[in-house]
C-alpha cells in the first residue's frame, strides 16, 4: 500500500485530527534536521579515542607551574541559569579557587544549536545569584585538538565530557565529578552503552551521597569518594511563622527522571480531595500544559526566590527517579517537609534521615503524606524544629572533603 493510500485509509478509519497527526510525524521524522538522535550530546571524535578495554595509568607528577598552584582542566557542559547540577559544581570549583588552583573550564557541547560562547555564558554567570563568581578562564571545548594546556589534572563532569577528559595526553590524574547515575537518563540504546562506558575509563570518582559512589565501586571497580547533601543556611531561612496550608512540586517534564507526570497524578488526586490547598508548581513553566486542577505557575525560579516560596508551603513533593535532589535539605532549613519518593536511591543518599518523609511512590500514599504535612496539629512546633536543625549549615564541610580529595590525588601536601 502506498503512501497516499495509507494516508486515505487512515482518514477513512480515524478521522482528521488523527490523520494530521501522523502524517506530521512521518514528516518530522524524514526531514526534521533538529530531531533527537543518538549519541547526539558527544563527539564522535571523543568515544572512538576511548578504548576503556585498554587501561591507562593515571599519575600525579610534579606541578606543571612555578606558582605553586595546581593547574585544573574542567570540562563541562554549558551552563544554563537554573540548572542546579551546574550551580553545584561551580560551587565546589569556588571551593577549589579558594583552596590555592586555578581552573581553565573548558566549555562542551557537541550539538550544533544553541550556539556557545565565552562571552554569553560568562554573562549569564555575572548577573546571576546561583552562580558564584569565579578567577577561571573559560573556553570552548574543541573536539579536533580535545583539551589543550598544561594541567595538573583534568575533570570530567557528565558521561560525555568523560571521553573528552580521557583523550587528553599527559597521564595526570582523571576526577569525575558525578551527580547523577547517567545511563538511567536512556532507554537501552547508544547513549546508554557509552554512558555506562565512562565508569570504566579509569577516572576517580566524586559522587554527591554514598548512594552512587557505592553504585559505581560495587558494579563498575570504580575508585570513588563522596561528600553529603547540605544547604546554605544564609540563603535557606525559615521566615515564616503561621501555619501553613500551600504546598509546593517540582516539575520538570523535560527531564524523565524527575517523575514529573506521576508527581501531577498526586496532584490531581490532591485537589479532589482537599481543594483547600494551594498548589504550587515551579521548576517549569506549566502554564500550557493542560492541567485539570487550579495552580500557582511559578516556572523556573532563581536561587534567590526560592526562599520565600519554601517558607510558603507545609511541604514540598520532591520525585527522584535516579540521584537524590540537592532540594529536601533547602526545605529543612525553610521549615518545609520534604516529601520524596522512598527507595534505595533516596534513603541512601539523604542517609536515611528522619525529617525527611520517604513515600513509596503511590498516588495515595504521597497525597496522604502531604495532606499530613498541612493538617498535623504541631506543624507550626515541627516547622521551627526543622529549622532550628539547619543553623550554621553550608556546603563548607563538603567543600574541604572535595579539596581534600583533589589534594591526595594530585599527591598535594595538606595546607597549614
Known sequence: MSVFSRALSTLR?????????????????????????????????????????????????????????????????????????????????????????????????????????????????????????????????????????????????????????????????????????????????????????????????????????????????????????????????????????????YARPSTGRRGTEFGLLVLEELHRRRPDITINIAGWDMSKAGLTFPFVNHGALGVAELPALYNRCAAMLTISLTCASLVPFENIACGTIPVVNDGENTRESLRDDSRIAFVPLSVGAMVDALIEAVDRPDQVKNSRALAQSMVGSSWSEAGEVVVDVFRAQLKLKKRR
Not at 103 to 118: D, E, G, H, R
Not at 167 to 193: A, G, H, K, L, M
Request: with cysteine; glycine share 8%; proline share 7%.
Open 13 to 249: 478509519h480515524e478521522g482528521v485530527a488523527s490523520t494530521a497527526w501522523r502524517v506530521g510525524k512521518w514528516m518530522s521524522s524524514r526531514g526534521n534536521p533538529f530531531a533527537e538522535k543518538p549519541l547526539q550530546s558527544v563527539f564522535r571524535q571523543d568515544v572512538i579515542a576511548a578504548d576503556w578495554t585498554r587501561p591507562r595509568k593515571f599519575v600525579a607528577g610534579p606541578l606543571v607551574s612555578s606558582s605553586g598552584r595546581p593547574q585544573i582542566a574542567w570540562v563541562i557542559s554549558p551552563p544554563s541559569r537554573s540548572s542546579g547540577g551546574h550551580q553545584n559544581a561551580f560551587r565546589f570549583m569556588r571551593y577549589l579557587e579558594e583552596a590555592g588552583y586555578d581552573l581553565t573550564v573548558f566549555l562542551y557541547s557537541a550539538t550544533k544549536y544553541p550556539k556557545v560562547s565565552v562571552a554569553g555564558v560568562t554573562h549569564m554567570l555575572a548577573g546571576n545569584t546561583g552562580y558564584p563568581p569565579l578567577d577561571a578562564s573559560f573556553r570552548v571545548y574543541d573536539p579536533a585538538t580535545g583539551v589543550v594546556g598544561d594541567f595538573d589534572a583534568v575533570v570530567a563532569s557528565d558521561w560525555a565530557t568523560a571521553y573528552a577528559a580521557w583523550r587528553y595526553e599527559p597521564n595526570v590524574p582523571r576526577i569525575y565529578w558525578v551527580q547523577d547515575f547517567e545511563p538511567y537518563f536512556f532507554p537501552q540504546s547508544p547513549d546508554y552503552v557509552v554512558a555506562e562506558n565512562s565508569y570504566r575509563l579509569g577516572l576517580h570518582g566524586i559522587t554527591v551521597g554514598p548512594w552512587l559512589a557505592n553504585k559505581l565501586r560495587r558494579d563498575y571497580g570504580m575508585a570513588c569518594d563522596s561528600y553529603e547533601y547540605a544547604a546554605d543556611a544564609s540563603v535557606y531561612q525559615r521566615t515564616n511563622d503561621e501555619k501553613r496550608s500551600e504546598i509546593m512540586f
